[in-house]
């Protein structure tokens, strides 16, 4: 089977694309062909030379890199099917696509609807339930409509901030409805990009001009005082089917994350070896953990989620509350990486992973191929 990775990307968790692809590209099977794509940051696309494979697979701790030759530009074709790729004019045979970009221009429904056009299967979630799970507002309200608890949260769009008089208006509002201290992310950024914790109206306003450097739309939540429980979840909720394992909506062990900094920001997540630790099984009950999984279960149901996603949940230290939080539709594949760990946990190694999510993948494309789309 030749299997194209991509990887890279114009998002601010660019590095961690790479970091994550590197650990996807030597869980593949080595009966498989693999072209190395890396989209730039500036969202040029070039192949990689076999040698970068061959790198990447003789050494665990390697980082897949961006090798920028010119003649190695990728062109894309619509309904080309296995030979949407090319290079050169020649066209690359390609069954199977394994997008590994998180965040912008991956996470968002944007690459998934390009591949869609390209009529080619790909892994993971599908153009609508990436662009849902990216926008945070739009997944807490469909979450909301379903009676799955959220954070409390309020969101402030653009427009609101040009103008003083209803910017001040927000703002009180806010402070009014939530209090201090508040959580301020943008809405479509991931990896705690743009995020910070406000306590008073002067930090308040930093955090809002920085997460609108990220996103149009910003969020403001409720600060809880809880802890972080996360679930991975794998399988089709649109067209599974009981006798396709790879299929089977699977919501795995949760583990919890205990982080040392202030909040699990970015370098908690990917820079400080010590910013966090992680702890399989979460420490719950098993009737808690089994309420996890089947909420971690229902959302995944609720998006219309396919392939795989890690659903996140804070727990009030003190009410026991419990919140859905977010939804990840590409989560981290890093050696540190919750998703992957809690599969393990379950007895699902990662190289079975890896390959799990290519059967679903191709299973759904084959699934939608039967459908109509003209007369």
Known sequence: MNIAVIYGGRSGEHEISLISAS???????????????????????????????KRICSDDNSVLTISEEKDNLISIIPGGKTKAFSVKNESLTIDIVFPVLHGTYGEDGTIQGLLEMADIPYTGCSTLSSALTMDKEKTKQILDCVGIPVVPYVCLKRFVINDSVLYDDFIEKTEKELGYPLFVKPCSAGSSNGASKATNRKELSFAIMEAFQWDDKVLIEKSINAREIECSVT??????????????????????????????????????????????????????????????????????????????????????????????????????????????????????????????GLQRYSSKSKLITSR
């Open 23 to 53: 650990s996807i590209v030597r869980g593949i099977n080595k009966k498989n062909n693999v072209y190395l794509i890396g989209i730039t940051k500036d969202g040029k696309w070039f192949l990689q030379n076999e040698n970068e494979y």
């Open 235 to 360: 399988g089709n909720s649109v067209t599974y089917s009981e006798n396709n394992e790879d299929e089977q909506i699977v919501a795995y062990i949760p583990g919890e994350i205990i982080p040392s900094h202030t909040f699990y920001d970015f370098d908690a997540k990917y820079n400080d070896p010590k910013g966090a630790s992680l702890k399989i099984p979460a420490n719950l009950s098993e009737n808690d953990l089994e309420k996890i999984r089947k909420v971690a279960a229902a959302t995944y149901n609720a998006l219309e989620l396919t392939g795989l996603a890690r659903v996140d949940f804070f727990i009030d230290k003190e009410t026991k509350e419990v919140y859905l939080n977010e939804v990840n539709s590409l989560p981290g594949f890093t050696s540190i990486s919750m998703f992957p760990k809690m599969c393990e946990a379950a007895g699902l190694s990662f190289n079975n992973l890896v390959e799990l999510l290519i059967n679903e």
